[in-house]
């Protein structure tokens, strides 16, 4: 076998460890090296896990780098992919992939230049529980979805997360945060969208930072924390998206589908298992074995709960296509379109009037059992223990 693709991280913060964690669970990737502005947070990785830490300019020029994992706030992500893109390497960016359209296109246009592959997270919608509900819907068990709902919606970030001041800036708020996970899975069970119309609300100006060291500070509120918006996808199904900042509890599924013949409740696509129903006329229904899919087998204990936390599939699924000549299932026209449903129902919602799309893409191939079984390095057993956290 080829030897596996370096993986060099740029951003040390939150979710990095998540990364180093996981990484190893796929095949054709390791981890190699990290890098932070923060040289500290980089030295704190490498104490950890078995990379090297170096400054950015080190990390782009070293030779057994192969693919930069983009994890540095939104507002950086697209100088540092195109950093990324102009000292040869591919790129695998954390969501959003840009801030603006603009800069999402610059981004396509500079991978096209250098001969790159560029993909962004999210991955979860290539987890075990959506590729089963997009298994069901693609055989017609459904017939045409008409409708649906999806709903985002906490109390905010703040409570939990040290430095959230990225989160209520612009380029922040539940959309551009948390809507990737969402309209990703949507747009891989329905298609493209083709219009949206969107309000917006900012209840609280000021919101307190709940933990680490800057706790009790306040942070000023510079992004709508409340949106509602419709999107129409090319199909014709007129989907509902509520996403909120400013709720303290609620009782919406994730997401549900209204077709022809059933409705499918789906489970919240931030995460890669969970249940996926179909409810029939007359009060019948049906539990979709989605444990069956590599993806949704449980890796990790939270608290009580098992989950499945595959986060870098859509990293190992890149390095496999750039092995075998294939299109990446994140790929970076499918992150672009997401992108651009994203900045219509903020620009609608600013605007107060609908907007129709410039983007389109094709939805990625399925990833089925045997596809998803074959990135994991090793059999999965289902009873992995906490192979990471999250
Ligand atoms: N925290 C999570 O649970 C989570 C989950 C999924 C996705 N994400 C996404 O991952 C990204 C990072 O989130 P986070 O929570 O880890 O943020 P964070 O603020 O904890 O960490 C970001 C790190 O990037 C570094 N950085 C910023 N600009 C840089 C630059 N130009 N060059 C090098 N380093 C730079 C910062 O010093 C910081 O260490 C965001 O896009 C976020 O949306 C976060």
Redesign the pocket.
Known sequence: MNSPLGIGL???????STYLDLIPLFQGIRAVAV????ME?AQKSARTYPVDAVS?EELLARPDVDVIVN????A??H??SLRALAAGKHVYS??PLALTLEDGRSIVAAARKADRHVCA?PDTFLGGAHQQARKALDAGRLGQVTSGTAHIMSSGMEAW?P?PD?FFAPGGGPVL?MGPYYLSALVDLLGPVRHVSARAATPKPLRTIGAGPRKGQQINVRTPTTLHAILEFANGALVTLGASWDVVAHGHSHVELYGETGTMILPDPNFFGGEVRILREGGRQETLSARLHPLAVPNQVHGEQEKANYRGAGLADMAHAIRHGKTPRCGVGFALHVLDIMLAILTSAETGISETLTTSCERPEPLGDRQAADLLDGPQDGGAGNRGRD
């Open positions: 740029i951003g040390c913060g939150s979710i990095s890098a932070d502005l923060d947070r950015v994890l540095t706030v939104p950086a992500h100088e540092v954390e969501k997270a997360h430095d990225f945060d």
